[in-house]
């Protein structure tokens, strides 16, 4: 018998997640049937995935955009399945609560039908991840895990609920109000502000060098802290790059920003960070991707480092001043401590002149009317189709790189998202972003090789009316492995190339067979027209763009090595 104002398990964990303003969640069916129904009469949309790991790339695009945990679950079988895709949100440090079944306690350890252990899956790619045992353990537990995702760094977590189907949490019963997150907390859930000691330390060091860069990162982009960089950076004439991550939290066509630095990018913004005598790295994880290897800038660089997490600090640049605390309000304060000094303005001017005479190097290719279309002239065409308030989701390999070199953004109200290493991410992630945003237009940037992956997802794209668009590169092939490929070969005419070629496939017609508009491109001049016919439609589009394998992404200018 029900006891008075109790709640089914399945009842308390709908409210409970409706109750946080949650407007969908990302699962493969069979798993928290009862829960799923609920959500019905809650106004939750319930996006049926083809795949668990797709589930969990749009749970993840999903939270990157609203800010807040995105939700996505499996049952038992497909349990290894969602933890794969947990990878990238790992990585990529997005708050996704996964939510598998597991079976009873009668059936472990006797050779049970589809199941191995879930702890050691989930693991490495989550901050906390317990088993939910009884229905009155899951009000603690999930409010658990929904904090701990949020909290900074964000990060996924996992329930994993007694039943296959996480059925016999649901069919138990709470007393305890439906309520996770009583002050609903977007990232950053909390705005720490450094030391004011530490503050002045960094003051000082900054005042006192000549050349200084600044290099933002995914913390300062989740702090939002991008006009505190524009104004240090123009306060102190340092020339500002950001991680690929970071890409257009400050608009990237202002004389101050460099680009990305690194090994996804461009020459500028290496030779420039490379340059500095002092580098301040804000909310920067100071990662291999982002320092070429702990090259750019070269590890005896004198480092401040303004990072929330204080176990970031100093972890790859030995010779580091520490500021703990959130990105945008402790660069408030380190602004404020700094004040106007007198600055020689020489160095922004040298890096403003490396990046124009960058541009202008490409203005050829940007401009070339010749076909197949070349991927300089698909991303400045995708520059000017985005609307100001647009958001762009690229793959990763030369996806990442064409669109983090090579596409511009405002700084002010457009959102560039990328893949964190995943490939075949974008597609479902955007699929995610833009439920997460139902007001703004949504932009995949894939190569083919990227978009094969979850190709079936066109099918969620039509069925649950997301009417994103996906510009895909197409030129037959991983474009990013063939030069690896042909080194490793010898360099010899054709050999090795069958490693990374396959099609050709019309794009376009698949689109059509899963009742999805799809867009051929074959011309550069047809571009324009099409990216806005596509971003103007009301449903999806798949725009398939037909280029060449051949020409190579731009690559990191790298320092000699003695
Ligand atoms: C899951 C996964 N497998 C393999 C890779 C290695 N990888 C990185 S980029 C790339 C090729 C991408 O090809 P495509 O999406 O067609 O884009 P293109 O390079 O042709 O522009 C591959 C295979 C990866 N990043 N992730």
């Known amino acids: 018998m029900s006891e008075a104002g109790a709640l089914t398990g399945a009842q308390w964990l709908a409210r409970a997640l409706a109750g946080t303003g949650l407007s969908h969640v990302f699962f493969v069916e069979s798993v928290l049937r009862r829960t799923l129904l609920e959500f019905d009469d809650l106004g939750v949309a319930r996006i049926l995935a083809h795949s668990e790991k797709a589930a969990a790339y749009m749970a993840d695009g999903y939270a990157r955009i609203a800010g807040k945990p995105g939700v996505c679950m499996a049952q038992s079988v497909g349990a290894a399945n969602l933890a794969a895709g947990l990878q990238d949100a790992w990585l990529g440090r997005s708050p996704v609560l996964a939510l598998t079944g597991r079976k009873e306690p009668s059936f472990q350890h006797r050779n049970s039908y589809q199941e191995i252990a879930h702890a050691p899956l989930f693991a490495p790619v989550t901050k906390f991840s317990a088993p939910v045992d009884t229905t009155a353990e899951l009000p603690r537990l999930l409010r658990h895990a929904w904090r701990a995702a949020l909290a900074d760094t964000p990060r996924p977590t996992h329930l994993d609920f007694n039943g296959l189907q996480g059925d016999v949490i649901e069919l138990g019963e709470t007393g305890e109000p439906p309520v996770i997150d009583p002050e609903a907390r977007r990232i950053p859930a909390h705005r720490p502000i450094a030391d004011p000691q530490d503050i002045e330390r960094a003051a000082a060091a900054l005042r006192a060098a000549r050349r200084v860069v600044i290099v933002a990162g995914e913390g300062a982009a989740a702090s939002k802290a991008g006009p505190e960089l524009m104004a240090l950076a123009a306060a102190i004439g340092a020339p500002i790059a950001t991680s690929l991550g970071a890409r257009g939290i400050v608009p990237t066509r202002d004389p101050l920003h460099i680009g990305v630095p690194g090994s996804y990018s461009a020459p500028p913004a290496n030779r420039i960070v490379h340059g500095a005598d002092l580098v301040l790295f804000v909310g920067c994880d100071t990662g291999d ?65 490396i990046v124009a005479d960058w541009r202008a190097s490409m203005a050829p290719l940007v401009e070339d009317g010749r076909a197949p279309v070349r991927v300089e002239r698909l991303c400045a065409e995708v520059t000017k189709a985005l609307p100001t308030d647009g958001i762009l989701v690229a793959d990763t390999g030369y996806s990442g790189i064409w669109t983090g070199t090579m596409v511009d953004f405002n700084g002010a109200g457009q959102t560039y998202l990328r893949a964190a290493g995943s490939l075949g991410w974008s597609f479902p992630a955007a699929l995610g972003a833009q439920c997460a945003a139902p007001g703004r237009k949504v932009l995949c940037f894939t190569g083919d090789g990227g978009f094969y992956y979850h190709l ?8 649950c009316a997301v009417p994103l668009v996906v510009v895909v590169n197409n030129n037959s092939g991983f474009g ?22 396959f099609g050709p496939t019309d794009f376009a017609a698949v689109a059509k067979s899963f009742g999805v508009r799809g867009i051929r491109v074959e011309q550069p001049g047809e571009l324009g027209p099409a990216l806005g016919e596509a971003v103007a439609a009301g449903a999806p589009v798949v725009l398939d763009v037909l280029t060449d394998i051949e020409p190579r992404a731009p690559e990191p200018w790298a320092p000699e090595r003695r």
């Open 289 to 353: 991707q982002v320092t070429l290897n702990w090259t750019i800038p070269p590890l005896a660089t004198k480092v401040v480092q303004i990072d929330a997490d204080p176990v970031e600090i100093g972890r790859s640049y030995p010779n580091t001043l520490s500021v703990v605390g959130d990105p945008k309000a402790s660069l408030a304060r380190l602004a404020e401590a700094i004040g106007r000094p007198a600055r020689d303005r020489g160095f922004a001017e040298e890096a403003a002149r």
């Open 480 to 501: 990013q492995n063939l030069s690896g490929v042909r080194r490793i070969a010898g360099n010899r005419p054709g050999r090795g190339e069958a490693l990374v070629r």
């Open 456 to 463: 079936a997802e066109l099918e969620t794209a039509r069925r």
